[in-house]
């Protein structure tokens, strides 16, 4: 730990973020599972878009059954592939979320966003329709969405 402090202050961030994966990895051997968590807490401070670290984060909180906090960080892994345009991987980390939480609406929002800029305008109304029969939901924001993907599925239908 004292290593990657040294390492980030001297502008080596990937020689800092091994040094404490490193000390996680020993930590959670020795079943100190909090202390793990707090490695990889401080990974993603000093590497926010660590997509490895922030599953690894994820993957302790599910193993030590806080689902929300591993929900919080797949969704930002998902907001991550988004914003590199890596709409597949966006998809898994979304369905592994509403597999921890079928009613995390958020979850299915982004993913009907995702499978719109996938063009998978099919999938995106099945989704939508789907979530029309879940409760709390914006009934007239997924109506809304529902029909710009069947405008978007018609007009691709029309070619």
Known sequence: ???SELQRKAGQLKDAVASLQEAAQVHWMLSDHEKAGQMYDRIVQIAPNDVD????LALM?????????AIKE???IARIFAQQREYDSAIAEL????GLDQSDT???YLLGDMLMR???YSQAVQLYNRMLKMDGVDTERVMALAGAANRMLQQRQGR
Request: cysteine-free; aromatic content about 10%.
């Open 61 to 69: 909180y599910t193993l030590t059954a806080r689902k929300g906090d």
């Open 118 to 120: 996938r063009e998978e």
């Open 1 to 3: 730990v004292r290593a």
């Open 106 to 108: 958020e979850a299915y």
């Open 95 to 98: 369905h592994q979320i509403i």
């Open 74 to 76: 797949k969704k930002q």
């Open 53 to 56: 670290a922030r599953q690894w």
